[in-house]
């Protein structure tokens, strides 16, 4: 099986219009370029991953080596052993490639599940619930909280390493804050904690809209990452005004 190296090189030299995969297994792959053609040509998704080896993000593409006809159904096919040859009608647009190249998330890979015998005795929830969890706005931010880290992790590097931390930051210091209120007896000391609450979350919407126009969220998620904010929010708002009535 060639490396990955004779794999970059050998696409870095065919000619133009001329595919070329390598079978891997029970999958025939193709890389960079012909990975691009294969994408735009007939819509295959593409996996990126940093290779250690070059020293860069590669790109490919791959089926399974019994589906060669279904997946290049227009194409003219020459099979080589462990290589094979497709002459495709698609330009090969070095400055679309490598614009589609950057924009293509890397895969990220599953985080190991933890056992509850990896969790050490202190750690473990004892029986007693806090009561601020019983809160319904505990809860809802704590689960905006949770759908805020799960798609933290599909966003681009220079997204998830600065926004998306300071949008766990924020979510956090809310869940202290609504923590801080409920404890609270006097009614002023408990405005003063929900009104940091609700400032908190205009700075989480705006990061939520910056990540939804930078195409780091589809529509479909942040429209489910608005309607949860907006039930926060509203849920705080109420919270205010009862606290301002008994002042009052």
Same mark, same amino acid.
């Given at each position: 099986?060639?490396?990955?190296?004779?794999?970059?090189?050998?696409?870095?030299?065919?000619?133009?219009?001329?595919?070329?995969?390598?079978?891997?297994?029970?999958?025939?792959?193709?890389?960079?370029?012909?990975?691009?053609?294969?994408?735009?040509?007939?819509?295959? %998704?593409?996996? $990126?991953? /940093?290779?250690?080896?070059? +020293? =860069? !993000?590669?790109?490919?593409?791959g089926f399974?080596? #019994?589906?060669?006809s279904?997946?290049?159904?227009?194409?003219?096919?020459?099979?080589?052993?462990?290589?094979?040859?497709?002459?495709?009608?698609?330009p090969?647009?070095?400055?679309?490639?490598?614009?589609?190249?950057?924009?293509?998330?890397?895969?990220?890979?599953?985080?190991?599940?933890?056992?509850?015998l990896?969790?050490?005795e202190?750690?473990k929830?004892?029986?007693?619930?806090?009561?601020?969890?019983?809160?319904?706005?505990?809860?809802?931010?704590?689960?905006?909280?949770l759908?805020?880290?799960?798609?933290?992790? %599909?966003?681009? $590097?220079? /997204?998830?390493?600065t926004? +998306? =931390? !300071?949008?766990?930051?924020?979510?956090?210091?809310? #869940?202290?804050?609504?923590?801080?209120?409920?404890?609270?007896?006097?009614?002023?000391?408990?405005?003063?904690?929900?009104g940091?609450?609700?400032?908190?979350?205009?700075?989480?919407?705006?990061?939520?809209?910056?990540?939804?126009?930078?195409?780091q969220?589809?529509?479909?998620?942040?429209?489910?990452?608005?309607?949860?904010?907006?039930?926060?929010?509203?849920?705080?708002?109420?919270?205010?005004?009862?606290?301002?009535?008994?002042?009052?």
């Amino acid at each position: 099986m060639p490396t990955i190296k004779d794999i970059l090189q050998e696409e870095r030299n065919r000619e133009n219009g001329r595919l070329v995969l390598f079978l891997e297994g029970k999958f025939w792959k193709a890389y960079e370029q012909s990975a691009y053609a294969l994408t735009k040509l007939y819509g295959i %998704k593409p996996s $990126k991953r /940093f290779v250690k080896l070059v +020293g =860069e !993000d590669i790109i490919s593409v791959g089926f399974p080596l #019994e589906q060669l006809s279904k997946y290049l159904p227009n194409a003219q096919v020459e099979q080589d052993g462990k290589k094979c040859y497709a002459q495709v009608n698609c330009p090969f647009d070095n400055l679309s490639f490598l614009e589609w190249k950057s924009s293509t998330r890397i895969k990220e890979p599953k985080p190991k599940p933890i056992s509850a015998l990896d969790i050490p005795e202190e750690w473990k929830p004892k029986t007693q619930v806090m009561k601020d969890e019983n809160l319904p706005v505990f809860k809802m931010v704590y689960d905006l909280l949770l759908r805020i880290v799960h798609e933290s992790h %599909k966003m681009g $590097k220079d /997204f998830r390493y600065t926004i +998306g =931390e !300071d949008l766990k930051r924020l979510m956090v210091r809310m #869940e202290v804050c609504i923590y801080q209120a409920n404890e609270e007896k006097e009614a002023n000391e408990k405005l003063a904690y929900i009104g940091e609450a609700l400032e908190i979350m205009l700075e989480v919407k705006l990061y939520v809209r910056i990540l939804h126009d930078s195409k780091q969220l589809s529509l479909k998620k942040y429209a489910l990452l608005c309607e949860q904010m907006v039930a926060v929010e509203k849920n705080l708002t109420d919270w205010k005004k009862y606290y301002m009535n008994k002042i009052n």
